[in-house]
């Protein structure tokens, strides 16, 4: 099952702003940027979390993962399922477990090495870094941690910037 280090961090207030941290990215980028609008909607799960992930032009991902909901680096295993019908799908498992929440964002997602980073304006919660460093099978998560500490060094988020959870226990939160 693939892994990966996750670390998810707000950015504007005290800490940079998103162009900030936008520039710091492209100049550690081993790949173009692209921009990608992401409308994920989340499903009851008693074991982990599901989510259909729709993507511009109809296609998706359906996605189980399990993470703890703690600020700061943490291991997170996931399962991707591509579907080309994503809003028959949504409405197919919307009918059988019922929806939970939907977050809508603008994704510029930049490739640094085995790391995602992700450049985040989500609809209703502001501008969020959200750092990926997969793993290998044989790899601990403490060097995906090490790594995810580094790259935020790099990109000048500091730890108190840090949130927990996902995007949907933040709006959640917020009412």
Known sequence: ???NTEIKARLGGA???LAEVADRAAALATQPAC???QDDTFFRCDNGRLKLRTFADGS???IHYRR???PGPKESSYVLAPVADAAALREALSRAWGQVGRVRKRRTLVMCGRTR???DRVEDLGDFLELEVVLRDDESVEAGRREA???LRKLGVGEG???SGAYLDLLRAQG
């Open 35 to 37: 921009d990608i609008a």
């Open 15 to 17: 800490g940079p702003s």
């Open 161 to 163: 910037s840090l949130v």
């Open 60 to 62: 998706g991902e359906l």
């Open 149 to 151: 500490h580094d790259l």
């Open 1 to 3: 099952m693939p892994r």
């Open 68 to 70: 703890d909901d703690t």
């Open 117 to 119: 980073i992700h450049l």
